[in-house]
């Protein structure tokens, strides 16, 4: 028979908590550390009880994607305008001061949501880049739907046809991830080297041979990832046609 404790753990077990088990230990110990048993282990019980809420492996990555867009949304609803529309601090979000239309900067928003979640969970963005492209778009995990249908519906409410309003949506979606993806840690060789240039390891770096990288590669390491993020995406975007209208604030908005 089971001990009371360990029926009681299994009792108090639902999907939401075992989901934030398995992106505690990711963030923790890495992707390479999430098991079956590990996270059974960090919920004390047995592993066949997560079973039930997370059936595979492969269950469980769509899982931890379906995490990762739960806090997404749950930030945008947490900045959202009455209004529909965005909210914050940037001046340029209410598309007035700045003359920034206003799909534009609820996009702006959307991307500043994603890389918050992304620098709070470093470990799960490439499962969250690559794990969309294994699973048919019917079959991904409903928060991930639900952040593509409000960009899309960002766009139609702009007056984008719709062709040019995926080819923005491909170009949003693209940007945010490559930009997220050249992550700062990547060029530390040394984390607890004190030196700044032994950390990054330059000294590896033939200075004959590789005179741009080692120039460049200090710049790399201290770049503000969330600056660069808009700045880059403004660009991108000022390079889209503009849509006939924008009827972004019909009150029917996120």
């Not at 590990?38 to 009880?49: C, F, I, K, Y």
């Not at 470990?123 to 409903?142: D, F």
């Amino acid at each position: 028979m089971d001990e009371p404790d360990t029926r009681e753990k299994r009792e108090r077990l639902n999907r939401p908590r075992v989901l934030a088990a398995a992106v505690a230990l990711v963030d923790r110990e890495g992707l390479a550390a999430l098991t079956m048993r590990r996270l059974a282990t960090d919920l004390g019980v047995e592993p066949m009880a997560i079973y039930r809420y997370t059936p595979s492996k492969e269950a469980l990555l769509d899982g931890l994607v379906e995490a990762f867009f739960t806090e997404v949304n749950e930030r945008l609803r947490a900045t959202a305008d009455p209004r529909g529309g965005p909210s914050g601090p940037d001046p340029a979000a209410s598309g007035d001061s700045c003359g920034v239309p206003a799909w534009r900067a609820e996009l702006r928003r959307i991307a500043r949501a994603f890389a918050a979640s992304v620098h709070a969970h470093r470990e799960l963005l490439p499962v969250v880049a690559t794990r969309p492209l294994a699973v048919p778009v019917a079959r991904r995990p409903a928060p991930a739907l639900e952040l593509t249908e409000h960009i899309l519906a960002v766009l139609a409410r702009a007056g984008f046809d719709d062709a040019t309003a995926l080819t923005v949506y491909r170009a949003f979606v693209a940007w945010n991830l490559g930009c997220l993806l050249v992550d700062k840690r990547q060029v530390v060789d040394d984390p607890q080297e004190p030196d700044f240039l032994l950390r990054l390891g330059l000294h590896r770096l033939p200075a004959a041979e590789y005179p741009r990288l080692r120039a460049l590669v200090p710049q790399l390491a201290e770049y503000d990832d969330e600056q660069e993020l808009i700045a880059g995406l403004d660009s991108l975007l000022s390079g889209m046609p503009e849509p006939p209208l924008d009827s972004f604030y019909d009150g029917s908005a996120r």
